[in-house]
């Protein structure tokens, strides 16, 4: 499995940013694709997911009606469109290969992921 991220940078509050994901050595539709972010010092927080045909998608309340998430499967890559960026959206963002081709929820209202990417660094500051 190898998932590499792209489309990172700096941001000005209010701004957009597209995140790309690039998967490979796995039957991409077959499995769920997730967005994380791990900002400085803090825990990875899981913020959307998508089922591996795309007829779902879920978000963090924190991001919901900003980010929205996507995924093509002709091309093996998944989406991450952000906008109204805040400061607080400051992160390193990862992509990450679900269990399944559904998303599966655990008590901490994350989904449950085998491998993640490297992570692509999003700096939101004016």
């Known amino acids: 499995v190898q998932l590499v991220e792209s489309g990172g940078g700096t941001a000005q509050p209010g701004g957009s940013l597209r995140l790309s994901c690039a998967a490979s050595?796995?039957?991409?539709?077959?499995?769920?694709m997730s967005w994380a972010r791990q900002a400085p010092g803090e825990g990875l927080e899981w913020i959307a997911g998508?089922?591996?045909?795309?007829?779902?998608?879920y978000y963090k309340d924190s991001v919901r009606g900003r980010f929205t998430i996507s995924r093509d499967n002709a091309k093996n890559e998944v989406y991450l469109q952000m906008s109204d960026l805040k400061p607080e959206d400051t992160a390193r963002y990862y992509c990450?290969?679900?269990?399944?081709?559904?998303?599966?929820?655990?008590?901490?209202?994350?989904?449950?992921?085998?491998?993640w990417g490297q992570g692509t660094q999003v700096t939101v500051s004016s």
């Open positions: 990450g290969k679900g269990t399944h081709s559904i998303l599966v929820f655990t008590s901490d209202g994350s989904s449950r992921t085998d491998s």
């Open positions: 050595g796995f039957t991409f539709s077959d499995y769920a």
């Open positions: 998508i089922y591996g045909d795309g007829s779902n998608k």
